[in-house]
């Protein structure tokens, strides 16, 4: 059932995800009725056979059912998160029981920062990025201009961001992005050294290298430990986002982005990245030269976490929104000349302040490695 009203996961079941599913940030199950066996099949582009068939793009079939997700016939109760825990144990993107004999797509990567545009269709996906771009991708989503979808599709989470590629954004030639598809070190497109040290990260992540990760170790239930189900059915927190720490780029209050000042003096409670990153590294050394000052996060950083064409996910001022919160949150014009390419982040003092003072103030000049023509 679309509205998940059966006895085992209605209101009352033993797995209540109607419940969730009801909540005030979700994925639209409930009332949604477009559905087939064969829509995996058919995204954007692709003739529906015989016509009038439906597919799964969404400007003509969007829907979320449960069997998009989920295959009822082969599914397991195997998780990838242990009970009692938001993350699992080891890093890995291979999908879980739960998951089994779901279809999903495969992009043919191109070039950093461009449209995946080709794709392959599996019976089965074997990793759980490859379910969710059915969706959230090209495949569902359709052409887009610069990383933002142009067909008018909105996050219900606040009905003015455009929603984004994720398979453009996670692509592993792009200079840097959460490590859904690829492990860092397997990033093609990165530069040395490629992954963060495990200084930087909080266990489970410390061997961020060569681990991959999940959709669902950011997206999910706001409830997890105490007994939602798992997985990103629905969530009262923005962007359905989940674990200890809830909010980004914004506070709890709804209004203040979180600031430098607010790593230096351990006001940044609830900030999102603090789930798996370490804040006081690579940022002491900021932290320190730039006391004070008021720096938000998003000056430096894209609003939209998945990638970037710019190395540890660094943005600039020629960036469009959403990944240039409100249009104009992003400070940088380049990165200065003495700096390693793309303002790589350095653990080592010395390297920082031998080279600062080349750069100036939100490092204006090209230091190679950010291609202008990949923004606006």
Known sequence: SSTAGAACHGVGGAKDIESVLSRNFVHPVIGSTVHTNLDTLYGTGVTKVPT???GIDWATSKHTVCMDCHNQHQATADKHVPNGQWYPTTGTNLVSGVLRGVPGVEPTWPSAWTQPTTFTTQLAATKEYQICMKCHSYWGLGAAV?????????SPSDGTTPMTDLAWELSPNNKSAHPVVVAANDRTGSYAPKALVSVQMIAPWTNYGTQTMYCSDCHGSDNELAGDPRGPHGSNLKYILKGVNH???????????????DLKNNTDQELFC??????????????????????????????VPHGS?????????????????????????????????DIYTDVDANDYYSTHASGGMCHPTNAGGYDANLMP
């Not at 909010?247 to 000042?261: A, E, I, Q, R």
């Not at 603090?274 to 609003?303: I, R, S, Y």
Request: hydrophobic letters at 30%; glycine letters at 14%.
């Open 274 to 303: 603090k789930n798996c990153h370490n804040p006081d590294e690579p940022h002491t050394l900021w932290m320190n030269a730039m006391a004070n000052k008021g720096f938000t996060c998003v000056q430096c950083h894209v609003a």
């Open 309 to 341: 064409p710019v190395s540890r996910l660094i943005g600039y001022g020629t960036f469009p929104a959403p990944y240039n919160y409100g249009g104009n949150s992003l400070a940088a014009t380049g990165a200065g000349s003495g700096y390693r390419k």
């Open 247 to 261: 909010y980004w780029p914004k506070k709890p209050d709804g209004v203040t982005l979180y600031t430098m000042d």
């Open 146 to 154: 610069k990383g933002i979808n142009t067909s008018g599709y909105v």
């Open 52 to 54: 009038g068939s439906k």
